[in-house]
């Protein structure tokens, strides 16, 4: 009986031993696996390219008008209102039309006058009258008659010649951005390619593209006369002068060698 038990042990460790060594056989040879090698990264450059173009003007804007005092604020509306009206006839007569004119700003307001009492010493304020401020804007492609604009409206009755200036029409404004995005992008082209070309490396496509706000030119107000000042019999002279617009596009271009 001792002797069976020793040889059934002995089965069973040689069975052990045996699926130990099928497991160890069927499983994968790490060592041996084919491992992907890393990724290369990306070979890359970054170049910021701009662009400038000066063109002509082909609008004014011109922004005049009256300012009136009298005792009463109805006195001081009905003095300014018949003025203005002269002022809008006479500059239609130089050919501005209704379209081209458009109230800027219009103010009635009280006038007071400072002053101390006699008796108490308190310094008071007095009504003396009211204000009337009417502002217009005209916005005209018809720059060579700016100069006759200006002087009909000071003839008819304006006083405040606030601000003459020059700018772009929406539409030319929108057709040079396009041409000016387009030669930023071309020039950041460019210059890639020169910086790489030493390197005997090329460009071989476009990671991202990151486009800046146009820089549009600051309208410059012309001022030509103030507040109060006298007519003259001279032509009014007003020069435009070329408007600067620049962009600038950022590149990031992928690179490989020749």
Known sequence: ???????????????????????????????????????????VISVTGNAISSVEPDL???????????????????????????VIAAIKQVGISESEISTSQFNIYPVYENYQEKETGIYTQKLVGYKVSNIVNVKTEKLDSVAAIIDSAVSAGVNRVDSVFFSLSPEVTSKLKDDLLEKAILN??????????????????VKEISLSEFSMPYPMPLYDRAYGMEKSSAPTPIFS???DISTSATVVFLIGSN
């Open 241 to 243: 002068s070329d408007q």
């Open 188 to 205: 950041a082209k460019s210059k890639a390619e020169m910086a790489l070309s030493p390197l005997n490396y090329k460009i071989i496509g």
């Open 60 to 86: 004014v804007n011109i922004s005049f008008g009256v300012e009136i005092q009298e005792k009463t604020a109805s006195e001081a509306l009905a003095t300014n209102s018949e003025l203005m009206n002269k």
């Open 1 to 43: 009986m001792k002797q069976s038990k020793q040889i059934i042990t002995a089965i069973i460790a040689v069975l052990v031993v045996s699926v130990t060594m099928s497991a160890i056989s069927a499983a994968p040879n790490v060592n041996a696996q084919e491992v992907t090698p890393f990724p290369s990264r990306e070979k």
